[in-house]
């Protein structure tokens, strides 16, 4: 490595002197003179018909501006992922007939700071007649569940099109659908037959920067949004469409952003302030509290996992079940991909000749959900490998041979059909072993992703 | 009312609300970089500052109260242009990824070195438990701290 | 004479002016010290004061020992606390349980005697210290045991005019100390803590005080504990008979962990604290 410069050294990262210094911009040093705050008047309940909204007392307050509710917006659908095909959009901007979870925005105040448009906020008047929310999973998906999407199930329709991966216009399921081979018959000629069931809680990624944005209106009907994204271009186009107009009139500029972890990734409140700065005529910024960051921002899906495997008697999975249920929340953002990736990965690294794999999108009247770190996948990897272990102890097996025995060779073929080219779990784990210094037995140590 | 106060070694006044809290002041009023908004409770550290020479969350000051104070941030810590010691050892142990906690660690970093030259791990980890960082897990942090000991 | 402020902003050097200053201005006025707490009302937009006090120019700020007897001055900070080497034992564990350079910069003394779970440790401890509340108001000073100090959640033994100027210990016991619990090693809230204060010598206990944070809004002392301390002798079974008894009658209001647990904790952290004297 001597010959090269770069490869094999040590790179400084050179943010690192502003960040020392603090001269490192974030969003919230961007400012405007005569630049406008927002403040949201945001859902008390998790499920509700909003009957009345009262702004009257709030405008009275010098220094607001403007309050902006739903008429103030174009088209009003929170877009996510359109231009993927990913739908429906099932989510409005700022709602006008209903809100679906507890924290919901329902009106912005606009006003000359941040003080005053709080203090405004909690004189606007919101009348809601409380429905019955559905705050769990399992219930949401039984018969009697309170319905609170309008195709009439609390689950997404794969299949309908909308959901990237499938043809539209095909037959649409509430469940994304993997199957190969004869699952029956490989349980009806198992050794043994192994349940599990796994939970992962939805996890808020808790950056310390919370959500920050400034749009501020330019010449010529233009935009300039300033905000801490992960996806400027996501927030570009969701923008355009709601606003009506071409993404060429909008210039998204995202400077250091502090902390991610895809908790930035959802345009999820950039297009309310850029109709807020529409509205205004004036830059206009809105900066999020913690307790905004926690009950509002995206989490990372509660994801339920169950899984059954037909194991013979020496130590193969010959088929497994696996129903997934992913929390969606409230909305459909980027669920149904998430699920997708998910339903695809329930083998593991493993290799399972017979499969039926069932992934249910879930709405819930909770935040929505979105990704995280290893989205679709984290919590897949956690139930997998857990039920490996299970399997491993039901058989009397070491669970490192366990896993030797089960893991994919090249030219095996995974759940999707797909023909594994760059299978290497079992070299990896050989060399893991050899770096804890763990003795591998010579027939685990005799084996290779090749045969 | 007006307040005067010494700002990383400037003069600056400032007009201010009763209910204004320094963090308000320097971020929204003054443009301050080196100050971060992460929670308003004095729980995160983001916001911190020394307040003559004392680390301080500034999002729990009240902006009336620095009236003839001393306020340093990390921007007021170099020595004639150069980073302080404290700064390059951050920068040389990759103590920091996105940056947005920086500028109040190094302040308590540089505030417990200040009083105790020589911490023990557990000392360090307790001086930071104020200052939460989302990024590096802390490690590098310390192993900046520590490489400045004098045994 | 009259007391100088700028719009609503006052910083009175002299005791006697804020206790006038607060009697004058009325309710809708916010006293502040460290501010971790009342700041944080203001942040997030919980009241609207019209005016502020602030205590920090009082000469409040102090801690004298004479023998067995301890005074701290209200504002005193927890920083300013741990520079002394002879406070009582309890109270010394206690400050150092509180951790964050800035937060101890900040918290003193007094607000941790007003602040409500999970913070009040100083509180705990001084509880266990047969404390005393030191009051001044128009009509003069008074002291209010501590343990006598809480009349309810948020709601104190203190008159519209008067203000905390000092804590007193009599009589530092013996023996004492402080433990506590949180959900990470090094920072996070208190989950539960227990102080214990005890004058014992190899044969009996002669007097026990045991306070409980954490788990109501304000500290409580154990009596049930106690009653089974006093007068027996400082052996292993009389510790452990009274660990079980530490939560009892009390109906617990804090916390978000299960009751079970919460119970099985302040047991568990009681004996920690008694491991010196039990062996």
Known sequence: MDEFAILGKPVRNVQLLGHVTGETEFVDDISFPGMLWIKAVRSPVPRGRIKKIDTSKAERLPGVVKIVTAKDVPNNYHVNMAALGIGPPDEPVLPDTEVNYKGEAICLVVARDEDTAAKAAQLVDVEIEELPPVLDMEEALRPDAPVIKPWGLNAHIFGSGLDGATPRGGQGRPYFLVKRGDVDRAFESADYVVEGSYLVPPIEHAPIEPHICVVKPEPGGKLTIYTATQAPYFVRDNVATILGIPPSKIRVVSPAVGGGFGGKVDPEFEMQVAVAAMAVGRPVKWRWTREEEFMVSTVRPAVKIEFKDALTRDGLIIGRRGRLLHDSGAYTRTSPYGVIKAVFNLSGPYHIPNVYYQGYCVYTNKQPSSAMRGYGVFEVSYAVELQMERDARTIGMDSLEFRFKNAYRNNQVSASGKIIEDAYLIETMKEAAALASYPLPPHLLSMSSWG | ?151 | MSIEGDAGFYRPKKLSDAIRLKKILGDKTLVIAGGTLAVQLLNKYLVEPEAIISLEDLPISYVKVAGRRVEIGATTTVASLLKHRDLPQALAEAARSIHGLALREAATVGGNLMAPAPAGDLATALMALDAEVMLRGSRGARAVPLSKFYRGALQYNIRRDELIYAVRVRRVPGFSAFRKFTAYRYSGPTIASVAVGLDLDRRRIRRAAVSVGGLTTHPYRATAAERVLTGREPSRETFEDAAQRVADGVSITHGLYSEAYLRRLVSALFVRAVEKVMS
């Open chain 2, 1 to 151: 009312m007006r307040i005067r106060f010494v700002l990383d070694g400037y003069d600056v006044e400032a007009d201010v609300k009763l209910t204004d809290t320094l963090f308000r002041v320097l971020k929204d009023r003054l443009g301050v970089r080196s100050v971060h908004f992460g929670c308003g409770e004095g729980s995160c550290g983001a916001c911190i500052v020394l307040v003559d020479g004392k680390p301080r969350y500034s999002c729990l000051t009240l902006a009336a109260s620095v009236d003839g104070k001393k306020v340093t941030t990390a921007a007021g810590l170099r020595v004639d242009g150069e980073l302080a010691e404290i700064q390059r050892a951050f920068v040389e142990h990759n103590a920091a990824q996105c940056g947005y906690c920086t500028p109040g660690m190094i302040l308590v970093a540089k505030a417990l070195l200040d009083q105790n030259q020589n911490p023990t791990d557990e000392e360090i980890y307790e001086a930071l438990a104020g200052n939460l960082c989302r990024c590096t897990g802390y490690v590098p942090i310390v192993e900046a701290i520590k490489s400045l000991a004098r045994r």
